[in-house]
């Protein structure tokens, strides 16, 4: 059988993971990134240092593999779409440009069964007015495009804060109604357009806006779990999506509520690699590279904790330490920023009191 090699846009920490199981699935890769240090390049067989809008690169790209994925949302459209008619990219443009603007991503949702928040467009005092009378307050207004971590975003609980929110209405916005879930929760699906497999489900808990931790099993009845996956695999069939979907959501007593998606590999499956039997960049390289997707089973109770630039000096003691069933990665990212993702680790055989007892003392609080 000859090598297949797959083509990754972006060479952040996801395009590095993708990279590194592909090597073990005996797949080639190749990454796209302008910047000649992004982490990725350390585990690809090869590299193309290029702006991701420098439309001559990603042909060359393209060329030089037999499929091609991206592993971060904001691929422009008018560079990918020539593309995507002339080489293998087999998730296509479509399921980026759902999620690139938040009011398709919620009114494609609702299109396709997904219950979500009640939300309206605004983009001047008037339409807030009009959006905060319908949807009452507290509600979370964001920008439409562009948005990230919390960033882009602003909850309003008072008239003064609608008065404070106004010059966020430079730029598109939506209203959305504030919901007081109990947990917020992903499922991540690959789909061969046959078959979808689907990760167990994560609780996520944010800090800042930021993912902090994932704790998988999510504390949820059987009942709900099967729900969450079934609808999220009955979704993307009915989109028709193929290759990886993350889909966060919203969980409040028996509802679940659709908050975003990703058609990449996402931060809170990243418990997956040593926490599952198989892993979501292993399968996204399955399908990829057109082997048969492997169903995932969980192996033990898993926490898996983001690790930020204030955190990085701690990860780097853990790593240097022999603990059972504790994965540290490290992205070797050049620059360590407070907030900045510079790496993670998963603790299997760990659920969140053991972790709250045993290792949050060791992170910033
Ligand atoms: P997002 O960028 O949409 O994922 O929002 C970042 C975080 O803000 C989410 O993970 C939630 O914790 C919170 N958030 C966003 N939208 C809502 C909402 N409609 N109701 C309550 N919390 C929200």
Redesign the pocket.
Known sequence: MTEKTIGIIGGGQLGLMIAQQAHGLGVRSVALDPAPDAPAFRETDDRIVAAFDDAAALERLCRRCDAVTYEFENVPGDILVPLCERYNIPQGFRPLYDSQDRLREKVNAREHGLKT?AFAPVHDEASLREAVRRIGLPA?L?TRTL????HG?MVLRSERDVRKALPMLSVPCIL????R?DF?ASVITVSDGERAVCFPVGRNI?RD?ILDLCVVPADMSDGLHRRMADESRRFMRECGYRGILAI?Y?VKDDEVYF??MAPRPHNSGHYTIEGCSTNQFRELVRFLAGMPLEEPRLTAPTVMKNILGQDLAAAETVAGEAHEGVYVHIYGKTESRPKRKMGHITMVGTDLSRYEKEWAGRFVR
């Open positions: 928040p979370v964001k948005g990230y971590d919390g975003q959305e109604q504030f919901v879930f917020e944010h806006g966060e919203f908050n975003e």
